[in-house]
């Protein structure tokens, strides 16, 4: 596999970033080897086959990551995989704190990101759960009846943003926190946005 040309928007990235500039480095050499086109997308690194995203690097304060945007349909035969939150249902991550974790796995890597490649290539989808499989508090539906245009607002917003409000809203374990976190958002809501908007 011929390694692929690199973007100017990464080579830039690269040149700024303050952490896990090796770490970026090394797995950015590793992914390129695979064939996939880079890019930048959402600030970041982004691999992808015919339009299509594959695999992101990212980093956070405790890690580096390398994101398969359809990580929970491949085979982790090494256990590896790394679901960020119980929320996330297609993506999946591998973590690393330093540069010689990279190199040790470097094969496994590459052996991930073929994997996720096939399953592009094959047209696989992630069967995401209908927001109908999660339950609505009843103290939303309560202000849905209270309050009709935020019920019309509500679901004119995309299904993940719906999920995510329906998830942090059920969390809270006492009627009174479901109720303030819905008094909360209620204008944000109204407004068109998403939880983290």
């Not at 047209?123 to 999660?134: C, P």
């Not at 103290?139 to 917003?157: D, G, H, S, T, Y």
Request: glycine share 4%.
């Amino acid at each position: 596999m011929t390694k692929m040309k690199t973007n100017p928007k990464v080579d830039e990235f690269l040149s700024k970033a303050k952490t896990w500039k090796a770490e970026y480095e090394a797995l950015r050499n590793i992914v390129l080897d695979s064939g996939l086109a880079e890019e930048f997308k959402w600030m970041h690194p982004c691999y992808t086959l015919e339009n299509k995203n594959i695999v992101l690097i990212h980093g956070f304060k405790e890690y580096c990551a390398l994101l398969f945007h359809k990580g929970a349909l491949l085979k982790d035969t090494k256990g590896i995989l790394i679901q960020q939150t119980e929320n996330v249902q297609a993506a999946r991550q591998i973590r690393f704190t330093s540069v010689q974790q990279i190199i040790d796995m470097e094969s496994d890597l590459k052996a991930y990101i073929k994997q996720a490649i096939e399953v592009e290539k094959a047209g696989l989808e992630v069967e995401f759960k209908k927001n109908t499989d999660f339950d609505m508090p009843e103290e939303l539906q309560a202000k849905f009846n209270e309050l009709p245009a935020l019920k019309l607002a509500f679901e004119a917003l995309t299904p993940g943003r719906q999920r995510a409000y329906i998830y942090y809203f059920s969390q809270a374990k006492q009627a009174k926190t479901r109720v303030s976190r819905i008094e909360k958002y209620t204008q944000q809501i109204l407004d068109g946005k998403g939880l983290n908007d």
